[in-house]
């Protein structure tokens, strides 16, 4: 089973991780206990994301086991979780022995305050492209963007291609396509 984390905080936007929830804990309906998708927080109090959705993490920062993959979400939130050293010393921490470390939009600047995209090729919101190349990131202007173990993902729905993404990575492109095709989301796997 893979062991998946995906970051939350005030002021996430909710897309960009309820598409990455959805999409890889799919699987599951696919090949029972192939993956299991952890909402992590700074502490156990519900979040509130940006547009007022209201979370229970399913554990902490502190109580977090070691991840196979971590992935970082964006929104307003972020500028926040960018200063918090609490948050960014735990993406380090667990970015040293995941296999995979992920962002969603905005999330890539959390990647890179993290100090993970120093010389990286990555991509974020449409946005924020300058603001990502002022961390010395080569920004590139694709849906997914793989360089080594970091993968970062474009804006907000860019979440459900980058869980297809890493489904194809762990899986194989015949599972990611399935679980595509089975949320009907129009896609040719192959080419992500």
Avoid at 7 to 32: G, M, R, W
Avoid at 54 to 74: E, F, W, Y
Avoid at 88 to 93: D, H, L, V
């Amino acid at each position: 089973m893979i062991t998946i984390g995906i970051l939350i905080f005030p002021q996430v936007e909710e897309l960009d991780f309820v598409a990455p929830f959805e999409v890889l804990s799919y699987s599951n309906k696919i090949t029972p206990d192939s993956t299991r998708v952890l909402l992590i927080a700074e502490n156990s109090d519900p979040i509130e994301a940006f547009n007022g959705m209201k979370v229970i993490p399913h554990t902490t920062l502190a109580t977090c086991p070691p991840l196979d993959i971590i992935v970082v979400p964006g929104g307003k939130g972020r500028l926040a979780a960018m200063r918090n050293t609490a948050i960014t010393e735990f993406i380090r921490a667990q970015s040293h022995h995941a296999k995979f470390t992920a962002s969603v939009c905005t999330g890539a600047l959390i990647l890179a305050a993290a100090g993970l995209l120093a010389n990286k090729k990555a991509t974020t919101y449409h946005t924020a492209f300058d603001e990502l190349k002022t961390y010395t990131v080569d920004v590139l202007t694709q849906k997914v963007v793989q360089d080594g173990r970091i993968i970062t993902s474009a804006g907000v729905s860019s979440g459900i291609e980058l869980g297809l993404y890493l489904l194809k990575l762990l899986f194989g492109a015949s599972m990611a396509q399935e679980v595509a095709d089975k949320i009907e989301y129009s896609i040719n796997v192959a080419q992500i």
